[in-house]
Nanobody
Framework: QVQLVESGGGLVQAGGSLRLSCAAS????????MGWFRQAPGKEREFVAA????????FYADSVKGRFTISRGIARNMVFLQMNSLKPEDTAVYFC???????????????WGQGTQVTVSS
């Protein structure tokens, strides 16, 4: 079993930055691939970024490529999402997820956090 807790969300103006954190606990947490997804009101949950178990491979949605960076802590049980040049369309609840592969589909992840709200004002 893996538990995930997100933090770092908030309200920011367009063009600003936020850093989201995800703390993973559980016996196999550090061996899991990790992903960030987001869900805006009335929309489906969508892939944002993913990182493999070692931190050596990262993947991004086209909408955030060049603006967001996913990384893992040295102990590999912390995952971060640095978000720069934020836009109003980035407003959503952001979820951390853990699984065995760095997929882009929600079905590929076994564990989910509760989410953290990110609001970008224009």
């Amino acid at each position: 079993q893996v538990q995930l807790v997100e933090s770092g969300g908030g309200l920011v103006q367009a063009g600003g930055s936020l850093r989201l954190s995800c703390a993973a606990s559980g016996r196999t947490a550090s061996d899991k691939a990790m992903g960030w997804f987001r869900q805006a009101p009335g929309k489906e949950r969508e892939f944002v970024a993913a990182i493999n178990w070692s931190g050596g491979s990262t993947f991004y949605a086209d909408s955030v490529k060049g603006r967001f960076t996913i990384s893992r802590g040295i102990a590999r049980n912390m995952v971060f999402l640095q978000m720069n040049s934020l836009k109003p369309e980035d407003t959503a609840v952001y979820f951390c997820a853990a699984g065995w592969t760095t997929g882009r589909r929600t079905e590929e992840y076994d564990y989910w956090g509760q989410g953290t709200q990110v609001t970008v004002s224009s």
